[in-house]
């Protein structure tokens, strides 16, 4: 883990991340009575309204090459750690709540992660830009784009 992204990160700007959470799977309510499924499984429309105000804060940590992101919010916090280079099983438990084979690498100075599962296309990146700490999230031709500032410091 590049020492850059390490550290306590406040999100100053979310676009698309609406586009990102219907790819993810949106169903209307009238969709998900016709194919039995739990709304569990999706995002459901309120949840979308929700989760679009949050202003998220990443804690990024390495410990003895495992490295940790913690997306954190007043709503929900969501966790993953992993070793760059290996396939880890990520559940998605509180997001979308599904089981990916997710692998993390370094493409140049970006902190890339391919999420296997059953979106297609489906990975996020890190990498930092006029200090700050860029991500996109994309899932199915869904890019969203989010940057945040080290906690502390000014726009
Ligand atoms: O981060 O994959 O930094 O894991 C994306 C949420 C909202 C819940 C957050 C809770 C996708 C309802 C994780 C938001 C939307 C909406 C706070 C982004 C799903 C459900 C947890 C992510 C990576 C890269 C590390």
Redesign the pocket.
């Known amino acids: 883990m590049s020492a850059s992204l390490c550290g306590t990160w406040d999100m100053v700007s979310n676009v698309n ?1 609406e586009g ?2 219907v790819a ?1 799977g949106l169903h209307s309510e009238l969709e998900l009575k016709l194919m039995s499924i739990s709304r569990q499984s999706g ?1 459901s429309p309120c ?2 309204k ?2 679009i105000k ?1 202003k ?1 804060k ?1 804690v ?1 940590e390495e410990q003895g090459g495992v490295c940790r ?5 007043v ?6 750690s992993f070793t760059v280079g290996h396939q880890f099983e ?1 559940v ?1 438990r ?3 709540n599904q089981c990916l084979k997710s692998t993390v690498t370094w493409d140049g100075d970006r902190l890339v ?1 391919e ?1 296997i599962g059953q979106k297609k296309n489906r990975g ?1 990146a ?1 990498w930092i830009e006029d200090d700050k700490l860029h ?1 996109e ?1 994309y899932c199915d031709g869904q890019v ?1 784009k989010q940057v945040f500032k080290k906690k502390g410091l000014k726009d």
């Open positions: 991340f990102y959470m993810l995002i949840l979308r929700t989760a949050l998220l990443k990024i992101i913690k997306t954190l919010s709503f929900r916090n969501y966790t993953t990520e998605t509180g997001l979308d992660c999420q996020w890190h991500l999230l969203c």
